[in-house]
């Protein structure tokens, strides 16, 4: 599905937007409907965790589906090691964000969290390809406003293309580019309404290249797209919950770069399934709530979506 030329997928929303129900397919003619990229959140009613880590509800575990849940539409998805980049923009100067963020993208492959993402893969048969554990951070660049303190999803695009084309980053279309916005800044398409970050493609100086928005939500919606201060491992709100946005974004855009791969017959990718779940958390040394360690820090990471054994939210494969 295309959106403004973009091709936007609904990523954490389960909200799908008026423009994107009308472009896809509906369920009732007997075909999945189509993801846009931002899709999965449910922002309005995100659940927040327990102030207690010792005494959390557990619903009944429900039974999975014989098929795993998720659907192959024959697609491509991302293999060997897939590289990623940094877009600061907006003013990020004296925050502790810059050190917690790279180190996730530093350390993410390679974690038996990022490993369940090896359970998809394209073609079939012998010809059968599955996502690798590898992924590299190949580097960062910032952006001071070019496009202004409220972006639409044109001049996101437009801000990956511009660091591209004046050599800041390289052309690589194995790579994910992130736009990570300071906490002064919006996107007007939903940012904190509909969606707490996006992944799509688009054609960018003759190649097609995949990106992601995520922004920092602590002063614009820190109970919809983060958890409370008590629950920042890493004592900055804002980047916590950029952490959590930036490994689901990265999973959708390995599974489904071109929103043509993996996806329930919702229109839900694998992120998706799994957006504000859990599971088992410990306690951080600063007392906070964290479920799994990257690197040199503890991070609090939603679940995702295992393609295999019946499908399931995990924090690990196997």
Known sequence: MRLNNLGLALTMCGILTAAANAQAVSPGNGHDV??????????????????????????PPTPPPANNGINYHNGPVMLGTVNMYYIWYGDWSNNSAIDILTNLAESIGGTPWYNINTTYYSGAGRQLKHVSNSVSYKGSTTDDYSRG?????????????????????????NGVYFVLTSQDVTEVSGFCSNYC??????????????????????TQCPNGCTRLRYHSPNDNIGADGMASVIAHELSEAVTDPQLNAWYSGQGDENADKCAFKYGDIYTAPNGAGANVQMGTRDYLIQQNWINAGGGSCGLSYP
């Open 34 to 59: 189509v993801p846009t990229g931002k899709g999965g959140w449910n922002l309005q009613g995100a659940p927040d965790l327990s102030p207690s880590l010792e005494k959390r509800a557990r619903k």
């Open 197 to 218: 970050g996006w992944h799509t493609y688009d054609k960018i100086n003759g190649s097609n290249l995949k990106f992601a928005f995520i922004g920092d939500a602590s």
């Open 149 to 173: 303190k409220a972006l639409s999803d044109d001049d996101v695009r437009d801000i990956v293309a511009d660091a591209i084309t004046s050599g800041r980053l390289p052309k690589d279309t």
